[in-house]
């Protein structure tokens, strides 16, 4: 017999950079109900900014709930709630929790300039490793260096500078904090230690933020606080519901899908992609780029992106889908369902065609000169190969990701998990099993995110004892995907022979291209 605990029920709040979900999980990881409300993803003042209104947020956040409770949830049921977000986007409040800016999102590209040295031997120290370009890129697209210059009477008002996970916690409960797991963007953060820099550290130095304009953390599966009365009129949520401190939404999709050891890889199939593998010490996949927090306390996702992942279909589908769009408006389903008979109709190998999937450019590797790439074009290609190269060119990044990880690690992985929009095709889980010759599973919900947002309240509020139990409980395993042994023999001599090299051959082109067109800058 179901006891009371067995049968409660856990909320999860989850705001990505396209929507914004309610979710109800029970302690069993079932999803029970779910409100999902699009979201105008950012407005654009001038080319290249993205912003949106913290309030607009807030108030999509609220319809979300709101369309929850209208689906005749039992709210006597819920134990405690979450709340998980999209990486950083800052917002810059006043003492009362009111946004005295839009919300300046990750994509953002404005720039601030680095005003003078960092001082003392930081300058001569970072230019002897080679890394003046990396700590000036961090400088210029740190959002309180923008408003520190550019709104500067805003930035002397500003009380506390936080991400949208602190803007939520303060909305739902009234108190400053934040997770640790969610301080992933341009703040002094310690990533060894999950808590802000010593003030000696450079990044003091580098940024314009006060220690008084940040928020305390607590770390993932801490009380954050009660729902307030202004909070639940507002939200339906009951008044005084737990809260308790969850992570930022990859590492929720991390926890999620079951990746709490080191020899699972996760990959997230986004907007933006991602391989991560959690660690129990603090492991650079890629040398002087921290691993950011995991969500679950005291743990290490170590992460290598490509920034435009999964926004490479969206792309295509504007760009060349529309038969298939036609389609599926007639049909009353989204087109990416119909891609697969797409990447059905090319062998492996997309005869030839080979794709980098740069479209954004990175930090370190790649460096901020990156561009994208497709080569090996002839005349029997179609817009069919191109969309499986783009497939294969994401599946073939995330593989360099993963092995430069088991490099740095000493670690072997030994399955990989997978969760995302993307992870829906199955073409898309096919390919990334023969690419890294590896069993690839499928989460068994889309809602990852808010799952891991999910386990982290069920441990904070003791419905599970630890992670581990809570993970065995609540993630299982979906569909699974074996490696095709002549697939992977093929991709394999692609990837080493080919891909690999594709980066090192057209970087300095890529760098006179950015001098000569002022692209990406």
């Not at 999509?60 to 006597?76: H, N, P, V």
């Not at 891991?452 to 003791?462: F, K, P, R, S």
């Not at 093929?490 to 980066?503: F, T």
């Amino acid at each position: 017999m179901m006891n009371e605990k067995d049968n409660g029920y856990l909320l999860a709040i989850d705001n990505g950079t396209q929507s914004v979900r309610a979710l109800i999980f029970d302690l069993q990881g079932q999803l029970v109900a779910k409100s999902q409300v699009k979201l105008v993803p950012y407005v654009s003042p001038q080319s290249g900014w993205c912003e949106q209104s913290g309030e607009y947020y807030w108030d999509k956040l609220c319809q979300a709930c709101q369309s929850l409770w209208a689906q005749g949830i039992d709210k006597t049921r819920i134990r405690g709630m979450s709340v998980t977000t999209q990486r950083g986007t800052m917002l810059p409040l006043d003492s009362e929790g009111n946004p005295l800016h839009d919300a300046i999102l990750w994509l953002d590209q404005r720039k601030a300039e680095p005003e003078k040295s960092l001082g003392g031997f930081w300058d001569p120290l970072f230019k002897m490793m080679g890394l003046e370009e990396t700590i000036n890129t961090f400088r210029s697209r740190a959002q309180p260096n923008w408003l520190y210059q550019a709104r500067r009477e805003l930035w002397d008002k500003t009380y506390k500078f936080t991400f949208l996970s602190g803007f939520f916690h303060h909305r739902l409960t009234g108190e400053w904090l934040d997770s640790s797991g969610s301080q992933v963007g341009y703040l002094p953060f310690d990533y060894k230690k999950h808590r802000w820099a010593k003030k000696w550290d450079w990044k003091w130095r580098a940024l314009n933020v006060r220690e008084d304009q940040l928020l305390p953390l607590v770390d993932p599966g801490d009380r954050i606080g009660e729902i307030t009365a202004q909070a639940s009129a507002l939200t339906g949520i009951p008044e005084g519901l737990p809260v308790i401190a969850a992570a930022a939404d990859k590492a929720c999709e991390v926890l999620g899908s079951g990746g709490q050891h080191s020899d699972v890889g996760c990959l997230s199939f986004g907007t933006t992609a991602t391989i991560n593998v959690t660690m129990k010490r603090y492991v650079e996949a890629v040398r002087f780029l921290p691993p950011y927090p995991s969500a679950i306390a005291g743990s290490y996702c170590s992460e290598v992106m490509l920034y435009r992942g999964f926004w490479m279909v969206s792309w295509f589908k504007e760009q060349f889908a529309h038969i298939e769009k036609a389609k599926a408006d007639e049909a009353g389903i989204e087109a990416e369902a119909l891609f697969d008979e797409l990447v059905n109709t090319v062998p492996p190998g997309s005869m030839g065609l080979m794709l980098q999937p740069y479209w954004g450019p990175g930090v370190k590797q790649p460096g901020p000169e990156a561009k994208g790439a497709v080569i090996g074009f002839g005349d029997i290609h179609t817009r069919a190969h191109l969309y499986r190269a783009i497939l294969e060119g994401l599946a073939f990044g995330l593989k360099e990701g993963l092995e430069a990880i088991e490099k740095r690690s000493g670690c072997k992985i030994k399955e990989l998990r997978v969760s995302g929009g993307g992870a829906q095709s199955d073409a898309a889980m096919q390919i990334a099993a023969d690419v890294f010759g590896l069993t690839t599973v499928r989460a068994h919900t889309v809602e990852t995110s808010g799952l891991g947002a999910a386990i982290d309240a069920a441990v904070g509020l003791g419905l599970h004892p630890d992670f581990d139990s809570a993970i065995k409980a609540m993630v299982h395993q979906g569909k699974r995907f074996e490696p095709d042994d002549e697939h992977y023999k093929m991709y394999q001599r692609l990837y080493g022979e080919v891909y690999l090299n594709i980066y090192k051959k057209l970087q300095p082109l890529y760098s006179k291209i950015r001098d000569i067109t002022g692209y990406p800058e």
